[in-house]
């Protein structure tokens, strides 16, 4: 763009410092009522940094041979008060000049964002029905699943038969716990996903819920009751095989065949068996008070603890027995060698029972004296009691006081020198 200059006269140092623009992308944009075009319109007339005012009057004005040649330059960062500055900087002024700029005056750059905010759905109100819906959508398949778990595991939670042994007691014991947590996680789960959903899904997870945490609190109870009920009967099965082995040892021992050197092994054999005994009393005393506590809190299998209990005693008294018969005949063999003992006592005539024993409706107690009438059994002899009445007991528990021509030494389980057979009858608890 070139500028007519007047050679004779010299431009005006303010003119010059007026030409020089600060950024060359500014736009300048000059309202009415400054006319600087021929339109009558009130268009706006976008003028380029360094563009002469004169070049954008009309061509009428723009006389060369006028007087007044004198160039006039406006200043980007300077003007007139009612030029109106764009706030944000244009990239192209020139797609800018092809085209009139209408600013509007009473609406804000930001009047249109909340309508197309709506339409594409992106405010707070859009965004929060749709996460509402899909809680809703979540939470119905859960309320549904669960209902589906807690009918499967009533199905699965049996009645507790409470006659069994230990093996099913553990199991037992193992399923309910795996089905309480089962269902636990499903509640956890219910009390997340419930959080934001609708009042009617919500009061169906509240019910679907309660009944869950019911059935917990059921099936936890019979763990508990399960669990208590493990170390008892275990107390009670180990008693129960101590004395089966004690009964089968003693009853089948045959005293005649003994020598010298098997002396030492049954020491040790007895010396054991008075230590089981023990702590078999002490396991008793503590499943006794355990039995109280149940029994005050109702346990479905108290009557059955009580059995255990009862017949827990009669094992441990019937072993004391058996402990006290072996030691007395440990001591008859320090009194009588082992080799004269298949000859002594041929004629029998008074004995002492060692412990209580029965056979049928007579009874005979520990240290009760008896006439031994038959003793060519090795196994069962035939003794007479004080009022005349006749039974058959075991040889192991008579111990010999008197004998016609003989001392009172030797025992019962000196009458066994030859084979021995297997026994018809054998004596109860």
């Known amino acids: 763009m070139s500028f007519k200059r007047n050679r004779g006269r010299k431009t005006n140092r303010k003119n010059r410092d007026l030409c020089q623009v600060e950024d060359p992308n500014d736009v300048i944009v000059i309202e009415p009522p400054i006319d600087l075009t021929d339109s009558s319109d009130n268009e706006v007339t976008v003028i380029e940094p360094n563009q002469c005012v004169s070049d954008c009057r009309p061509m009428s004005s723009q006389n060369p041979d006028s007087d007044d040649d004198e160039i006039v330059?406006?200043?980007?960062?300077?003007?007139?008060?009612?030029?109106?500055?764009?706030?944000?900087?244009?990239?192209?002024?020139?797609?800018?000049?092809?085209?009139?700029?209408?600013?509007?005056?009473?609406?804000?750059?930001?009047?249109?964002?909340?309508?197309?905010?709506?339409?594409?759905?992106?405010?707070?109100?859009?965004?929060?029905?749709?996460?509402?819906?899909?809680?809703?959508?979540?939470?119905?398949?859960?309320?549904?699943?669960?209902?589906?778990?807690?009918?499967?595991?009533?199905?699965?939670?049996?009645?507790?038969?409470?006659?069994?042994?230990?093996?099913?007691?553990?199991?037992?014991?193992?399923?309910?716990?795996?089905?309480?947590?089962?269902?636990?996680?499903?509640?956890?789960?219910?009390?997340?996903?419930?959080?934001?959903?609708?009042?009617?899904?919500?009061?169906?997870?509240?019910?679907?819920?309660?009944?869950?945490?019911?059935?917990?609190?059921?099936?936890?109870?019979?763990?508990?009751?399960?669990?208590?009920?493990?170390?008892?009967?275990?107390?009670?099965?180990?008693?129960?095989?101590?004395?089966?082995?004690?009964?089968?040892?003693?009853?089948?021992?045959?005293?005649?065949?003994?020598?010298?050197?098997?002396?030492?092994?049954?020491?040790?054999?007895?010396?054991?068996?008075?230590?089981?005994?023990?702590?078999?009393k002490e396991q008793m005393i503590k499943v006794e008070d355990q039995k109280v506590m149940l029994e005050r809190h109702g346990h479905p299998a108290a009557r059955r603890i009580s059995q255990w209990v009862i017949n827990m005693g009669k094992y441990l008294n019937r072993m004391s027995e058996y402990l006290m018969c072996g030691t007395r005949h440990m001591d008859d063999l320090k009194v009588k060698p082992l080799v004269d003992r298949s000859k002594s006592h041929r004629r029998i005539i008074e004995g002492a029972c060692l412990c209580s024993t029965f056979d049928g409706q007579a009874r005979l107690s520990a240290g009760e004296k008896v006439n031994i009438i038959d003793s060519s059994n090795l196994f069962k002899w035939t003794v007479q009691k004080a009022d005349g009445r006749k039974l058959s007991v075991w040889s192991f528990y008579i111990r010999i006081t008197k004998a016609t021509g003989q001392s009172s030494a030797g025992s019962a389980g000196a009458m066994r020198t030859t084979a021995r057979g297997p026994a018809t009858r054998r004596s109860r608890i």
């Open 73 to 280: 330059l406006i200043e980007p960062n300077s003007g007139p008060s009612n030029v109106h500055r764009p706030q944000n900087p244009v990239e192209n002024p020139v797609e800018i000049l092809s085209h009139p700029i209408n600013v509007p005056s009473s609406e804000t750059p930001d009047a249109g964002r909340e309508t197309d905010d709506l339409a594409v759905g992106n405010n707070d109100m859009t965004s929060g029905q749709t996460m509402e819906d899909s809680n809703d959508k979540r939470l119905k398949y859960l309320v549904k699943n669960a209902r589906c778990m807690l009918e499967v595991e009533k199905k699965n939670l049996v009645e507790i038969k409470w006659d069994q042994d230990l093996i099913y007691y553990k199991q037992k014991a193992f399923s309910h716990g795996v089905i309480a947590n089962g269902l636990m996680s499903k509640v956890e789960l219910l009390d997340e996903w419930a959080k934001g959903a609708s009042i009617d899904l919500l009061n169906q997870a509240t019910i679907i819920k309660n009944q869950m945490i019911e059935t917990i609190l059921a099936t936890q109870k019979e763990c508990l009751e399960m669990e208590r009920l493990i170390p008892i009967y275990t107390v009670y099965k180990s008693a129960q095989d101590l004395y089966a082995k004690t009964r089968s040892t003693e009853l089948d021992r045959e005293w005649g065949e003994l020598r010298k050197r098997d002396i030492p092994v049954v020491k040790e054999h007895y010396a054991q068996l008075k230590t089981s005994i023990a702590e078999q």
